[in-house]
């Protein structure tokens, strides 16, 4: 079991960066993926970014070239840097872990709120 506390959400404007940083509970080390989502109002969660325990990457097409997702285990924490935000961007922002197995197990932080907007 693990507790995700996100923060780093806020207002931007288009163009503008932010890093959205992800504090976890217990040492990440040996969960097996952890990654942000987002969900804007009226649509599903979607994946943005996950890092799997090997340190291997996966983007969603509409962010690739603009947002890096990091971790490091000595903080127990996961990062994501969004740079040249745009208005489509905006969302609410969640953390997960993921433990793989014979069934897959998933946490989610609280969320913290992107807006871009001029």
């Known amino acids: 079991q693990v507790q995700l506390v996100e923060s780093g959400g806020g207002l931007v404007q288009p163009g503008g960066s932010l890093r959205l940083s992800c504090a976890a509970s217990?040492?990440?080390?040996?969960?097996?993926?952890m990654g942000w989502y987002r969900q804007a109002p009226g649509k599903q969660r979607d994946l943005v970014a996950e890092?799997?325990?090997?340190?291997?990457?996966n983007y969603a097409d509409s962010v690739k070239g603009r947002f890096t997702i990091s971790r490091d285990n000595a903080k127990n924490t996961v990062y994501l840097q969004m740079n040249s935000l745009k208005p489509e961007d905006t969302a609410v922002y969640y953390c997960?872990?993921?433990?793989?197995?014979?069934?897959?197990?998933?946490?989610w932080g609280q969320g913290t709120q992107v807006t871009v907007s001029s």
């Open positions: 217990r040492s990440i080390f040996s969960i097996n993926a």
């Open positions: 890092i799997i325990s090997g340190g291997s990457t």
């Open positions: 997960n872990a993921a433990f793989y197995g014979q069934r897959r197990r998933d946490y």
